[in-house]
């Protein structure tokens, strides 16, 4: 028998074995193809959830509509609200491609991320403040980012135009200090658990979350503080329909600093080992590790990425709404767990894509809902993914 | 092995277990007498002391019990403890305030019911968003689950401090007539009801302690003691601080209900297959329980008793505000729940004891003891200043400034404790215990002797 049987080339045995997967699959679990959108139907027409969603989506669609029409709405308004959202959604998005990094190849929530944020944006003010105020005032306040109202942003004119040179250097302090703390963390916390359940990963880095951020009240003070020169940001009016919405240079910056990070990380996980190596490492550590795959150092590759878009994330989130406090990460750390779920956990474009879905929804819910509520739509928004697509919108697309 | 060594292990564990509580419960307590001693306290002051300590060990307590009925017995990560405490407070607020407004224009009123009423109100409010966020949630992963319960924390913040929600102003009448024919006629008491926006509510209802002791008759015979106080020890106003204690006794014995109901609920055929879930829930699954029920169920109770914590926290407080209700409150409880060790509720009981007499409440006292100990001047108003008098090799500044942010600290504090469990402790003080799912004992008995004696090394030195 054996020997009459003829020989398949290398491909068609790959065929075979993949026909004969899906039959098994097939027959093991009783699905099919069809049967698992007739499913998708039948969940549709069963779940009232499913149908509750539908019908909130058209509500809106119509009381949009209706608003427009009738004046309710001012098309400037609205436009000024995409707008916002759409800067929020970038700093979300820059925030969210290193939790969903950390998040996949390390496998845990990590909580801390959102204080790592805020040392970004401190580490960064304080250099802006130095450079920008040195000569006229004391180093220490400076340094302090003027805990207590020793030094004002407006007045030492801490903004893009009026400080470049202060700016670009804050920036990049704020990145290269978030890495090295997200380093010194990670040797000293989590390398020793690192075989640790996702959970027991998850409550230490509650722990490290604590501890980061009521150092930082500890050594900055609890008072929040404007850190630009706000009357002084270059803006333009842009005339929309019925009226005008503003955009700053800071907007501009920010999406600049904001488009060529996301670019840069695109590229460097596109074009060298590494990104291969992130998904192998995502799919499977130990698989990872027979292969060769040294997978301490993408870690720690890991780490450098995500910390640094973190960090020049919290410092452009800093700089663009112009005002700074110790718990600014903690409050947006909710939203980019919402971005990176929203996107699928593990993929970048995911990250960004989710994040900008974030920041629309936090900032354009405003004209269905009272203003209180707009981050907790987009909460809402994170916990319908969660329960009809755990996956996120961009799944199947991991990391590069 | 005899049915008489069997007993008397079973003897033995139980004596352990309450000389373990007292042990702890002991050494905290006269850690804060000596403290007191060293402040140079009166006894109004020592009894003060201990009435505030004994109030947070009992919430603490209370709500570590609650989480281990999720975490510990069935594996659900919940983190928006705080939603479920604020649901239970407001809700009690709206439904006991008097219809009335008092206390200025800003304040609304609530439906004027007596305040046990209003109480079990707010446990089944609790109870039943617990379900809300339980029915769709629960086929989450634990991390999603920790994701959704803490947003599900913050949306409850967000309605608080909503001005959407702030105050209504009721009909005087609700009538529902349809084609002519009245079906429906109420006439509501209160006047105004809202949750108050940012400034939160006034709890102007009669105070808990008081209702309750009229409600049980006793409390003619309770302000007899209290004035036989006044004659004897305390000649100043003795009755904040005799309530301060009375309540805390309550809420011992409210701990001790609590865990009543959780140590029955572990040992019934139903804790059984919440630990099995805990353990591996497609097993449970496959031997034909229907899981998620049975996780549906434990989530509602458990949110139901942190509803109930809530209320107990807060309801005597005078006044309620959203900031209260942040997330950190969840993380409190958490890292009580990890001292003790996840799974025991010994183990929850004694690490919520533990969280608030040493982390939560101890800062405060050591600051205090530092300054009673040593003359010292205004701290610097920051750290700046702090660090700038290292120039002059002066360190006092900085020690001021250290005991001014004490507050902060703690919570530093706290987060490196937590780091430090997770590394060298994961399991807690009593995590070792934790119960298996199977109602037999499955350890050899060499094994249990190890781990008895480990027990009681533990006892003896984590503290």
Aim: proline letters at 4%.
């Amino acid at each position: 028998m054996w020997g009459t049987r003829p020989r398949r080339s290398g491909r068609e045995v790959v065929n075979v074995l993949y026909v004969d997967f899906t039959r098994y699959f097939e027959e093991c679990y009783h699905v099919s193809i069809s049967e698992t959108y007739v499913r998708y139907r039948r969940t549709l027409g069963e779940d009232p959830l499913a149908i509750g969603v539908v019908l909130v989506a058209l509500w809106m669609a119509w009381a949009l509509v209706s608003g427009l029409w009738t004046g309710g709405i001012r098309v400037s308004s609205l436009a000024s609200l995409v707008w916002d959202g759409l800067l929020r959604g970038l700093i979300i998005g820059l925030a969210g491609i290193g939790l969903s990094m950390t998040y996949s190849i390390l496998n845990f929530a990590n909580f801390a991320h959102g204080d790592y944020l805020t040392s970004g944006a401190f580490a960064g003010m304080a250099t802006s403040y130095l450079i920008a105020g040195i000569g006229e005032n004391s180093v220490g306040a400076l340094l302090l980012v003027g805990a207590g109202g020793s030094v004002f942003g407006g007045a030492i004119g801490i903004g893009i135009t009026t400080s470049p040179i202060a700016v670009v250097l804050g920036a990049l302090v704020a990145g290269v200090s978030t890495i090295a703390l997200a380093l010194l963390i990670d040797r000293f916390v989590y390398k020793p658990i690192r075989d640790e359940s996702g959970i027991a990963l998850l409550i230490t880095s509650i722990g490290v979350a604590f501890a980061l951020r009521y150092l930082i009240q500890f050594v900055f003070g609890a008072g929040v503080r404007g850190t630009t020169a706000a009357g002084s940001v270059p803006r333009i009016n842009v005339p929309a329909f019925d009226g005008t919405f503003r955009i700053t240079a800071h907007d501009a910056s920010l999406i600049v600093v904001a488009g060529g990070l996301m670019l840069g990380v695109h590229l460097l996980l596109q074009r060298t080992k590494l990104g291969k190596a992130m998904r192998a490492m995502s799919d499977n550590e130990d698989l990872a590790r027979i292969t060769g795959i040294p997978t301490e150092r993408v870690i720690r590759t890991t780490w450098i990425v995500g910390a640094g878009l973190t960090g020049v994330a919290g410092y452009m989130f800093v700089l663009w709404k112009g005002t700074l406090g110790f718990n600014d990460g903690w409050l947006l750390l909710l939203l980019v767990f919402a971005a990176v779920i929203l996107g699928g956990i593990g993929s970048i474009y995911g990250a960004i894509g989710g994040g900008i879905v974030i920041g629309l929804t936090a900032s354009v819910s405003v004209v269905w809902i009272p203003s209180e509520f707009g981050r907790a739509a987009a909460f809402m928004v994170m916990i319908v993914i969660l329960l009809f697509k755990p996956e996120g919108i961009f799944s199947g697309r991991t990391t590069a | 092995m005899s049915a008489d060594d069997l007993r008397g292990r079973f003897g033995g564990l139980l004596d352990r277990d309450v000389t373990l509580v007292l042990a702890v419960l002991g050494a905290v307590y006269l850690a804060y007498v000596l403290a007191g001693v060293a402040f140079g306290y009166g006894l109004r002051g020592q009894l003060n002391s201990i009435a505030n300590l004994t109030f947070y060990i009992g919430v603490f307590g209370m709500l570590a019990l609650a989480l281990n009925l999720h975490w510990g017995y069935t594996g659900l990560f919940n983190i928006g403890i705080v939603g479920f405490m604020g649901i239970g407070v407001y809700v009690t607020a709206l439904v006991s305030k008097p219809p009335v407004a008092q206390g200025g224009a800003a304040q609304v009123g609530g439906l004027g019911l007596p305040l046990g009423v209003g109480m079990v109100a707010g446990v089944v409010v609790a109870g039943l968003f617990g379900l809300l966020v339980a029915l769709p949630a629960l086929r989450l992963r634990a991390d999603y689950l920790a994701i959704v319960t803490v947003a599900f924390s913050e949306i409850i913040r967000f309605t608080m401090m909503s001005r959407t929600f702030q105050s209504y102003t009721v009909p005087d009448t609700i009538d529902l007539t349809i084609a002519g024919v009245q079906l429906f006629s109420f006439d509501p008491t209160a006047d105004t009801i809202g949750l108050g926006g940012g400034g939160g509510l006034i709890l102007n209802y009669p105070d808990p302690l008081e209702a309750l002791l009229r409600t049980l008759f006793l409390w003619e015979p309770y302000m007899g003691f209290v004035g036989f106080v006044q004659r004897t020890l305390i000649p100043n106003n003795p009755k904040p601080v005799i309530d301060g204690l009375l309540y805390g006794v309550l809420l011992l014995v409210g701990v001790g209900l609590f865990y009543l109901l959780l140590s029955r609920t572990g040992k019934s055929p139903f804790g059984r297959v919440l630990k099995a879930i805990r353990e591996d829930e497609d097993v449970a699954n496959a031997l034909g329980k229907d899981t998620d029920r049975f996780k549906l169920t434990a989530f509602v109770l458990g949110s139901a008793l942190m509803g109930l914590g809530g209320i107990l926290w807060y309801s005597s407080r005078g006044s309620i505000t959203p900031p209260s209700f942040r997330p950190n409150i969840t993380f409190f409880v958490w890292i009580a729940l990890i001292i003790g060790g996840a799974g025991s509720n010994t183990g929850s009981f004694l690490g919520g004891a533990i969280f608030a007499g040493v982390l939560y409440e101890g800062p405060r006292y050591v600051k205090n003891l530092v300054e009673t100990a040593f003359e010292l001047g205004d701290a610097p108003r920051n750290f700046g200043e702090a660090v700038a008098a290292f120039g002059s090799l002066d360190p006092v500044p900085f020690i001021l400034y250290t005991l001014d942010s004490v507050s902060q600290l703690r919570l530093v504090i706290m987060g490196v404790v937590l780091i430090w469990l997770m590394h060298n402790r994961p399991e807690g003080l009593l995590g070792h215990r934790k119960e298996t799912a199977s109602s037999i004992d499955l350890s050899r008995p060499s094994g249990e002797d190890a781990s008895k004696a480990a027990t009681a090394a533990d006892g003896g030195e984590n503290r």
